[in-house]
């Protein structure tokens, strides 16, 4: 097997690996030594001559050089320690946990700010700062990436250190975890091939005596039924609500009837429920959860990528009304998000495509990393090729459209504020969906519309700069995303807007896109939407340039 150490500079990495390394016969590898020695020059001068942004390129590739695991669990073939920062690039964490056994070496800040006084090599990210403040400022940006790791206590003499490595190692591993953070809206936990043991482990943590799954007929056949009685092979009494499938579930009366079904369980205040679906289930589930007994707690399984990288985030949970798309529900944050990426490997081309569309939202929020990733590699996720979950595309862009939402809500949980962002293209996507009586367009594909018209609206508005609207559009015509002529009346469109839930003293607050982010522009005229949303229910042929009135 190989062994990964990860943490942060001056955590021992090294001096671990070595011991490691010889008391096995193994090979060590040290990455930043191999980056120096690729690169002929060392970190700092690479810094400075090149910038980090190349290093961590130059990183890359000696993390991608490492060629497959080694997979024979009786013996260590290899210990790897990785730069402090190797563990921040999504595809590094890819190669470098799965297949492999990764531990985080771990020490108190205090010690590692010493250590790093007294090092013959200071730190590019460290030099010319306190080293105290600037290691607890790294130990908090990057602890996601460690805790994914086996964590073994680095303040004890080195002997023992490298023995608790050791065992670290040679415990059994099911999945790879890619992510884990607790955060003020739950915990959230990433990986490929997880979600049995974290939903065994977060019904442990919060004590539940046994697993009430909700579900509907396809998450369940495709995902719920097994991890059932994986759970009930662990122990776990389980008990399952079923709810309709789609929008279907998010029904007032769908609600009452779910509950009734918790009433005659004896579910009690406390006990947790587990939502194995996708966005309209962990929706109608969440607020499932956040009404019966005025509150129990809920643990999301997403099973569908809209559901990965938006619906199941947030705590947003609610139900429609015939007058438009959620309009009655609740805050309510789940104490879990698994996110197990194998999960996608079934679904539908047409519910992966159209839920990119979160993600191009999230890209033109900012994210120039995911713009990129979707550019090159978009196409490909949509159409379900096999490289894309191979390579650690497919896991990279659920992480960063992910956390990217978990950011944004943990700012504004309530969204009183920043939180607003996240309606990018969801003004117009709603009206469309529930102008289609919430059937025959899925939700992704309503909020590509969504976005054209957004960049329209912002173009016309002079907020969003033409090459910014090209490329959105660009993008949205790469992925084939709100292309195709919609049969609605643009009458009922404009009607339904009306009763948006984000409008403020009669007027809909537009969120628009910028250069690098977005505005929100209360002033909008009704003739620009009237004739913005009239140009994107035409349709847009191949080719199109970007419309402006």
């Not at 010319?128 to 990436?145: N, W």
């Amino acid at each position: 097997m190989d062994v990964v150490l990860v943490g942060l500079p001056g955590s021992g990495k090294s001096a671990i690996g070595r011991r490691l390394a010889s008391r096995h016969g193994a090979t060590f590898i040290d990455t930043d030594l191999e980056v120096e020695r690729a690169a002929g020059l060392t970190i700092p001068e690479i810094f400075e001559s090149e910038g980090e942004a190349s290093f961590r390129r130059r990183d890359r590739a000696i993390v991608t050089g490492l060629g497959p695991p080694d997979t024979d669990a009786e013996r260590i073939a290899r210990v790897i320690a990785t730069g402090g920062g190797t563990v921040m690039d999504p595809r590094n964490r890819w190669q470098l946990y799965r297949g492999r056994r990764a531990v985080w070496l771990d020490a108190r800040p205090e010690a590692i700010a010493q250590r790093l006084r007294h090092s013959p090599s200071v730190r590019p990210l460290v030099r010319g700062q306190d080293p105290l403040r600037a290691v607890r400022e790294l130990g908090a940006a990057r602890l996601r990436f460690y805790s994914a790791a086996t964590r073994v206590n680095a303040m004890m003499e080195v002997p023992a250190v490298v023995a608790a490595a050791e065992a670290a190692a040679a415990s059994p591993s099911a999945g790879t975890l890619l992510l884990r953070a607790d955060t003020p809206i739950g915990t959230v936990v990433i990986g490929d091939g997880i979600a049995v043991n974290q939903v065994h482990a977060a019904l442990a943590g919060l004590g539940a005596r046994r697993a009430l799954v909700v579900s509907e007929p396809g998450a369940w056949t495709a995902v719920g039924e097994h991890l059932a009685g994986e759970l009930a092979a662990r122990g776990w009494s389980v008990e399952s609500v079923q709810l309709p499938g789609g929008e279907a579930a998010k029904s007032l009366s769908t609600i009452e009837a779910a509950a009734s079904v918790l009433a005659g369980l004896g579910v009690e205040r406390g006990e947790p429920l587990v939502a194995i679906g996708g966005g309209a289930l962990t929706d109608a589930a969440g607020f499932l959860a956040a009404t019966y007994l005025r509150g129990v707690p809920v643990v999301h399984v997403p099973t569908t990528l809209v559901g990965q990288i938006d619906a199941a985030i947030g705590g947003k949970t609610a139900v429609d009304l015939p007058e438009g798309k959620n309009l009655v529900g609740a805050f309510h944050q789940p104490a879990a998000i698994v996110i197990d990426v194998a999960l996608l490997a079934t679904l539908p081309e047409r519910e992966r495509r159209a839920a990119l569309a979160e993600a191009v939202k999230i890209a033109a929020l900012g994210s120039e990393p995911l713009f990129e990733l979707l550019e090159a590699d978009g196409p490909a996720i949509a159409a379900g090729d096999p490289s894309v979950a191979e390579s650690g595309a497919l896991a990279e862009l659920v992480e960063r459209t992910a956390w990217a939402k978990v950011e944004v809500v943990v700012d504004d949980e309530l969204e009183s504020a920043g939180r607003i962002a996240l309606n990018l293209g969801h003004s117009l996507g709603h009206a469309l969906e529930a102008a289609a009586g919430f059937r025959g367009l899925l939700h992704g594909e309503a909020v590509a519309y969504g976005l054209r018209a957004a960049a329209r609206i912002g173009l016309e508005r002079g907020v969003t700069p033409p090459a910014r609207a090209r490329r959105i559009e660009a993008l949205l015509d790469r992925l084939d995303l709100g292309r195709e002529p919609l049969a609605l009346e643009v009458g009922a469109v404009m009607g339904l807007l009306e009763v948006d839930k984000k409008r403020r003293a009669g007027s809909l607050q537009w969120v628009l896109p910028t250069a690098d982010g977005h505005t929100i522009d209360g002033e909008v005229p009704d003739a620009l939407v009237r004739a913005v949303a009239t140009d994107v229910l035409a349709g847009r042929p191949a080719g199109a340039g970007v419309v402006a009135r």
